[in-house]
Structure formats: structure tokens, C-alpha cells
């Protein structure tokens, strides 16, 4: 009787979205100290580009849901601050992105890497389904 209970115990805490939500190893294109270091990962609900600046609104595996303005004072800085599964983002990737209607493809997902040190900028690394 003791085993079942204990391998009930085991099963019920196995099964907690919490636990099973993985921690994630931070790239080497990250250059934020790991102490002032966050993430979000998730699904993007919407993405807008208007000039030199991206906003992203992800639903994140938490639950959460969070906004972010990536604006820098040229297009080039801008895209400096994506990656696309972990390569350098090109102006030619958006198509992976977006649909022929110009609006977020289903079920793109998305890591943000923020950092809480004045100076280091955000990076999103996109992670669209693969096709």
C-alpha cells in the first residue's frame, strides 16, 4: 500500500504545469549577467512593425500576458535585437513570420530575454512553427 501511495504522490507532482515547464538554458548571444536576467516564452498573440520599432504581445507558458516596444534609432539596430531559432534574424525572415494578409502566423512562439541592466536591450528570439 505504501508504494501506491507513493507512486500516486509522484504522478501528482509530475503532473503540475509548474514543474513541467523547463527552465531555459540562456544563449551566448544573451550578454545581460544571469543575476539581472529574465525571459518570457510563449506564444505571440500579435505583432505590429511601424517605422524603426516592433511591439510584441505574447501569451507566455505561465499564463501571463505581456507587451514589449523594441525601438532603436535605426531599422538595422532594431533587427540586431531578433534572432530566429538562435540565428541572426534577416530582413528576408519576416515572411516566416507573418501570413500573405500581412498578420501573425498561428502559432508562432517567442523567447524575450530582458535584462535589468541600464544599457543591455531586450532579445527576442522567434520561433515559428517549422514548415
Do not use: H
Not at 78 to 97: I, M
Request: charged share 25%; hydrophobic share 40%.
Amino acid at each position: 500500500m505504501n508504494n501506491t501511495r507513493y507512486l500516486l504522490f509522484v504522478l501528482i507532482f509530475l503532473s503540475s504545469p509548474d514543474l513541467l515547464a523547463q527552465r531555459l538554458a540562456v544563449p551566448e548571444y544573451v550578454t545581460c549577467n544571469r543575476n539581472q536576467l529574465t525571459s518570457w516564452q510563449g506564444t505571440v498573440e500579435r505583432l505590429e512593425r511601424a517605422g524603426d520599432e516592433v511591439k510584441v504581445w505574447i501569451s507566455t507558458d505561465y499564463g501571463t500576458r505581456e507587451f514589449l516596444k523594441f525601438a532603436m534609432p535605426d531599422w538595422q539596430g532594431t533587427l540586431g535585437q531578433f534572432r530566429l531559432r538562435g540565428n541572426t534574424f534577416r530582413d528576408a525572415d519576416w515572411g516566416s513570420l507573418f501570413d500573405t494578409a500581412g498578420k501573425i502566423k498561428p502559432g508562432v512562439k517567442a523567447i524575450i530575454w530582458l535584462c535589468n541592466t541600464e544599457g543591455v536591450k531586450p532579445v527576442i528570439d522567434w520561433q515559428p512553427p517549422l514548415e
